[in-house]
């Protein structure tokens, strides 16, 4: 199994910037992608970004694009996502979780979770 711990997020205000990190420990080895993903108040889940562990690929929701950054420390087992220009409708629990495999685009292809971080931003 692999266990995810997600921290770094907060309350901010609108154009401020936060970045989440996630931990990740167990048979990380098993991990072909790990994904950040969120959920608002009545919304679905849904896939932000995702970055492969040994290449270094990343994928991007388009609503992301230009916004958010995610990166990896392979040394450290931790991904982050650095998120700049937040905006009210950015308010949800982040998580994140890892695929065991390709597609890392593909939602359903993740199988661990954390437990999520609160991100709130004010206007």
């Known amino acids: 199994q692999v266990q995810l711990v997600e921290s770094g997020g907060g309350l901010v205000q609108a154009g401020g910037s936060l970045r989440l990190s996630c931990a990740a420990s167990?048979?990380?080895?098993?991990?072909?992608?790990m994904g950040w993903f969120r959920q608002a108040p009545g919304k679905e889940r849904e896939l932000l970004a995702a970055?492969?562990?040994?290449?270094?690929?990343?994928y991007y929701a388009d609503s992301m694009k230009g916004r958010f950054t995610i990166s990896r420390d392979n040394a450290k087992h931790t991904v982050y996502l650095q998120m700049n220009s937040l905006k009210p409708e950015d308010t949800a629990v982040y998580y994140c979780?890892?695929?065991?495999?390709?597609?890392?685009?593909?939602?359903?292809?993740?199988?661990?979770w954390g437990r999520g971080t609160q991100v709130t931003v004010s206007s």
């Open positions: 167990g048979r990380t080895f098993s991990s072909y992608a």
């Open positions: 970055i492969t562990w040994s290449t270094g690929y990343t």
């Open positions: 979780a890892t695929s065991s495999s390709a597609p890392m685009s593909v939602a359903t292809h993740y199988d661990y």
